[in-house]
């Protein structure tokens, strides 16, 4: 008989150390060693959507909270992190359970959507609706606003209520490691 699978939602502080840790591993074999401490902590504080199967974590992703400025505004941005399912688990609809749950988040908590892609998920983030922002890219740095132009064409946004102007410049908040 095959494992149960199931898809859960819990907050950061409610997932135990086991979980957390298991969640590092699973990213770590996904992205193939190119994640770093950095990358991880951007994954955390905010909502988790974890696949399992069994006892066996097998999908993560993340939605945290950040500011994005764009047309004079800041964006309350529901940022989606560390979205990975393991090799041998892909095709089967993970993916997109994990991210029904964030985006279901997103509808309710944010203006705005947002994520940097990978050349290998853009289309599964097309299909799902998001945008690629086709306007340049920016980070509010600690030395002023700083042009990001190796992001430029990998940002993705989830429109909610809040207009854009996806040609317009998209600015994040600082952060350590990639801002985006």
Do not use: N
Not at 89 to 100: H, I, K, L, P, T
Not at 146 to 155: M, P
């Amino acid at each position: 008989m095959a494992a149960m699978t199931m898809v859960r939602t819990a907050h950061t502080a409610d997932l135990d150390a086991a979980a957390l840790r298991a969640a590092r591993v699973l990213l770590d074999e996904v992205f193939e060693g190119d994640i770093d401490d950095d990358d991880w902590e951007h994954a955390l504080g905010g909502v988790h959507a974890l696949v399992w199967e069994g006892a066996e974590l097998v999908g993560h992703a993340s939605l945290v909270q950040r500011r994005l400025l764009h047309g004079g505004r800041a964006l309350r941005t529901g940022y989606v992190e560390g979205v990975g399912v393991r090799a041998d688990r892909r095709g089967r609809g993970y993916g997109a359970a994990m991210m029904r749950e964030l985006e279901r988040l997103l509808r309710g908590a944010y203006d705005l959507g947002a994520l940097g892609a990978s050349d290998e998920a853009v289309g599964f983030y097309r299909a799902r609706g998001w945008r690629a922002w086709q306007g340049p890219t920016s980070v509010l740095a600690p030395t002023g606003v700083t042009r990001t132009e190796e992001d430029d064409g990998c940002v993705f946004v989830f429109p909610l209520a809040v207009p854009l102007d996806l040609s317009g410049e998209l600015t994040c908040d600082w952060r350590g490691g990639d801002v985006w």
